[in-house]
């Protein structure tokens, strides 16, 4: 079964933002530069198509917000 990837702009990442291509994941460091996971700096044309990240990102502040696992056990009340 074929994956579907979405593709877009490399103008479109926000700047800090990460993205693949060419099967290398980059983060973009400024309006038309970014490194890739061994710091190698390389410049991209704003109209780029880039893929999205591979790896998904954890936001830290969902994670907190939401309740303890419960693990069956009855929390002491008092």
Same mark, same amino acid.
């Given at each position: 079964?074929?994956?579907?990837?979405? &593709?877009? &702009?490399? &103008?479109? !990442? *926000?700047?800090?933002?990460?993205?693949?291509?060419?099967?290398?994941?980059?983060?973009?460091?400024?309006?038309?530069?970014?490194?890739?996971?061994?710091?190698? /700096?390389?410049?991209?044309?704003?109209?780029?198509?880039? /893929? *999205?990240?591979? !790896? *998904?990102?954890?936001?830290? !502040?969902?994670?907190?917000?939401? *309740? #303890?696992?419960?693990? /069956?056990? #009855? &929390?002491?009340? /008092?």
């Amino acid at each position: 079964m074929m994956k579907l990837q979405f &593709q877009f &702009q490399f &103008q479109e !990442i *926000p700047i800090g933002g990460h993205f693949e291509f060419r099967g290398r994941r980059y983060k973009k460091l400024a309006l038309s530069m970014a490194s890739d996971e061994d710091r190698n /700096g390389t410049i991209f044309l704003a109209q780029t198509e880039v /893929g *999205p990240d591979p !790896i *998904p990102r954890i936001d830290p !502040i969902a994670l907190s917000a939401r *309740p #303890p696992a419960s693990n /069956g056990n #009855p &929390q002491p009340t /008092g």
